[in-house]
């Protein structure tokens, strides 16, 4: 069964870490550029993150450069989302998704995959 799963969201305090990771089963994540998106309430899924298959140059929002990396670990079929310095901003309910269809940049500015995992939320509060 074709799947991917987020997890490591939960509740943090502004200037926190926290880590996501997005694990795929049956296939192989690292033939796939992989994105991280997010989606606050009342707003429009937005591409984070995204991570090339081949030579895993990575493409960012504004919003996250500097605080937010990504990386992957094909053996563990997993990539992650390592996000530092987190601001009330960034809360929302985040997504991984994979696709052969486009380059990281592309995928991040047009929000799309060929698979999408259920999400994991994300809230930065004090």
């Known amino acids: 069964q074709v799947q991917l799963v987020e997890s490591g969201g939960g509740l943090v305090q502004p200037g926190g870490s926290l880590r996501l990771s997005c694990t795929a089963s049956?296939?192989?994540?690292?033939?796939?550029?992989i994105g991280w998106f997010r989606q606050a309430p009342g707003k429009e899924r937005e591409g984070v993150s995204c991570?090339?298959?081949?030579?895993?140059?990575?493409h960012y929002a504004d919003s996250v450069k500097g605080r937010f990396t990504i990386s992957r670990d094909n053996a563990k079929n997993t990539v992650y989302l390592q996000m530092n310095f987190l601001n009330p901003e960034d809360t929302a309910v985040y997504y991984c998704a994979a696709t052969k269809m486009s380059g990281p940049v592309m995928m991040c500015l047009v929000p799309g995959g060929d698979y999408w995992g259920q999400g994991t939320q994300v809230t930065v509060s004090s």
């Open positions: 049956g296939f192989a994540l690292g033939d796939y550029v």
């Open positions: 991570i090339d298959r081949s030579d895993n140059s990575a």
